[in-house]
């Protein structure tokens, strides 16, 4: 809370120090939300909208603008601001599905997760639905012991629809509260392992009606643009119902998820802010935006200096 | 939408004025706007954009542009001349010690693709008659000597461990050492991820670099990053003295603008392009393809035809 309200009195000391809304006021906004890998189009949508304001209500010092933009930006966050956290099922096994590409750190927020449910006094079982990757079966297995949770598998390379098929049988007969599904990274070009995890949908939604009850589509907060893809075809090919936004341990500000929300209406639910099992957290719209503001008054000193 | 490609941007700013005689420089800076924007959708990061634009912009108005028939052709050309340019030469080829062994340190962000990389190397080093050693230098991510393992075994390299209770450094050291006693002639150092403000995950880096003084420095990048890349190869370019890039998940649909950016702020050769999960899918990194990629321009044909 201490660097919250650090980091609020750094963004209004900003807006009041700049004097007069002009151009070059307009053109470093940009250039920071830009910056911050917010979606070029939405940016530009932004700022026309801000523009519009600014006439409207005859807007003529920065401090004025700034709750606006804050709270621009909050309402494309925040959504109906009904989705946080996981849609749990009331009458029996709530199942989670984790999607992605490569590297973005689906096994490890997997392993965060189990920690936290563990932690709210649930049983938790782990499938380990990445049989191709060299070493993922292990990883899971690792993060598995770390919090104290049992982990189906088969040998590498097996049939992860497979897996997936005896995870739920075993996630039945123990009568666990939530199954956590592990995939293999795949980018969102490549048809045939699109195909798959589609498959591995169709095969958890045949074995309990209504699962998976969240199917989590993880993102790395470094990622541009493409991003927007990723959303998109990951959420044809397997009905994501959330993001989770890993690596804002970094100085990456992730707000490509604004673009993302924005066109999609795909709420985030957590964030992943470093490698060990406490490192997550649920998703805090207010915060993300105080975030990214922490840039623009850094920039914008920056530049002052120059 | 979003990923308009730069022709058609150019058509529709050039298109408008067809008709009307002569360009004015007012309409190279409205072509310059659609640059940007294009450039800007690619990932490219906004400081080396606006250097970039301002460099074209100079050219653009100082040739024929303003008289040309076909204007945003010769835009086009200028720009994706200069992406090329900037971009380097094609060089795919690993240092090579006249004292082997020669040794690569990898380095780079979580998940990037460096134990990958690190496998494929030695993959393409074997099939080239060498004897690599790969040197498991990740005590950190759980299994991550275990992921090295399985690559090494897929092709039949040797891999070096001490397990994960000994500091990387000393790893690194001893794997050399051993490769110095076995007569192996490259040796592939690969590392945790790390964030390049994580000042004591950078010291240990660091201080692998300065325990085995390597031939070779690789920062791993994977080509969605977005505006982020300037500041990572910028940290890790100050800590390390990089040698080269290697650019990651290629055979994705990102426009990959991150190249520019890399290769803007650290100057270093992009040596390899990684396109894809398996171990031979390895390739020279090309300039002028990269170029069009980041600018979009796989309708180049349909211009010249409509100009
Ligand atoms: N700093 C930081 N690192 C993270 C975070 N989440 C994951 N990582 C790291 O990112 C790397 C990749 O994480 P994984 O969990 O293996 O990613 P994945 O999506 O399962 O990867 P694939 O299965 O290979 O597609 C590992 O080194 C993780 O420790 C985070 O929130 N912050
Ligand atoms: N599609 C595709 N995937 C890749 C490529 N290179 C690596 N990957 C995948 O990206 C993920 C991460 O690769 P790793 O080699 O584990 O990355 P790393 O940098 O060693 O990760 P950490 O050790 O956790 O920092 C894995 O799923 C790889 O299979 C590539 O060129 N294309
Ligand atoms: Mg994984
Ligand atoms: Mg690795």
Redesign the interface.
């Given at each position: 809370a201490k660097t919250r309200s650090v980091l609020t009195d750094r963004v209004a000391e900003l807006f009041t120090r700049r004097q007069k809304i002009d151009e070059a006021f307009f053109e470093e906004l940009e250039?920071i939300l830009?910056?911050?890998?917010v979606?070029?189009?939405t940016v530009m949508e932004l700022i026309d909208d801000l523009r519009t304001e600014v006439k409207k209500r005859k807007i003529d010092q920065p401090s004025e603008l700034q709750p606006i933009l804050s709270e621009k930006l909050m309402d494309m966050l925040r959504g109906t601001g009904e989705e946080t956290g996981i849609r749990m099922n009331p009458d029996g096994i709530t199942v989670i599905l984790f999607v992605g590409?490569?590297?973005?750190?689906k096994t490890t927020t997997i392993?965060k997760l189990a920690w936290r449910f563990k932690q709210q006094g649930k049983s938790v079982l782990l499938a380990a639905g990445d049989t191709?990757?060299?070493?993922?079966i292990?990883?899971l297995?690792?993060?598995g012991q770390?919090v104290g949770v049992d982990v189906i598998k088969q040998e590498?390379g097996s049939d992860p629809a497979a897996v997936m098929y005896d995870a739920v049988q075993e996630a039945k007969r123990r009568n666990v509260d939530v199954l956590i599904c592990d995939t293999a990274g795949r980018?969102?070009?490549?048809v045939n392992l699109m195909e798959e995890l589609a498959k591995i949908h169709r095969v958890i939604q045949r074995e309990i009606p209504g699962a998976p009850h969240e199917t989590l589509l993880v993102l790395?907060?470094?990622?541009?643009?493409?991003?927007?893809?990723q959303a998109k075809l990951f959420g044809e090919k397997s009905g994501v119902t959330g993001l989770v936004l890993t690596?804002l341990?970094?100085?990456?500000k992730g707000g490509?998820v604004i673009a993302i929300r924005h066109e999609m209406s795909l709420p985030v639910k957590f964030v992943g802010l470093g490698?060990k099992m406490d490192d997550l957290q649920e998703f805090d719209a207010e915060q993300f935006v105080h975030a990214l503001f922490a840039g623009l008054a850094g920039a914008i000193e920056e530049n002052e200096e120059n | 939408m979003a990923f308009e490609g730069l022709t058609s941007r150019l058509q529709n700013v050039f298109g408008k004025l067809r008709g009307r005689g002569k360009l004015t420089e007012d309409d190279v800076n409205e072509a310059m706007r659609e640059v940007r924007l294009a450039l800007l959708e690619a990932d490219v990061n906004f400081k080396v954009v606006k250097d970039f634009i301002a460099k074209v912009k100079e050219k653009a108005v100082g040739q024929e542009v303003l008289k040309s028939f076909t204007p945003a052709m010769v835009v086009i050309d200028i720009v994706n001349k200069e992406l090329t340019e900037l971009m380097g030469g094609t060089q795919s080829k690993l240092a090579k010690s006249n004292k082997p062994p020669t040794v690569v340190l990898m380095a780079g962000l979580q998940g990037a693709g460096k134990t990958t990389l690190t496998g494929k190397l030695a993959n393409l080093l074997k099939s080239q008659n060498h004897k690599p050693l790969l040197v498991a230098g990740d005590i950190y991510r759980p299994a991550a000597i275990k992921q090295l393992e399985v690559l090494g075994g897929q092709i039949g390299v040797p891999v070096f461990t001490l397990g994960d209770q000994v500091s990387p450094v000393e790893i690194a050291k001893q794997g050399v050492q051993k490769a110095k006693d076995e007569g192996l002639d490259y040796v592939l150092i690969d590392t945790a991820g790390r964030l390049q403000i994580d000042e004591a995950l950078m010291e240990e880096i660091k201080n692998i670099h300065d325990a085995v003084d390597p031939d070779e420095v690789l920062l791993v990048v994977d080509a969605m990053t977005g505006q982020e890349a300037v500041n990572v190869a910028q940290s890790f370019h100050e800590k390390l003295e990089l040698t080269g890039v290697v650019l990651t998940k290629l055979d994705g649909d990102t426009r990959g603008g991150a190249a520019l950016s890399v290769k803007a702020v650290t100057g270093c050769p992009i040596k390899f392009a990684s396109t894809g999960e398996k171990i031979d899918q390895l390739e020279a990194f090309h300039p002028d393809r990269m170029a069009s990629r980041i600018l979009g321009m796989g309708d180049m044909l349909s211009l010249i035809e409509k100009a």
């Open positions: 250039e830009i910056g911050a890998d979606g070029v189009n590409v490569n590297g973005v750190g392993g191709f990757r060299a070493g993922a292990e990883q297995e690792v993060w770390r590498a980018l969102q070009n490549k790395d907060a470094a990622t541009g643009q493409n991003a927007l893809q690596k341990d970094g100085t990456a490509i490698e | -």
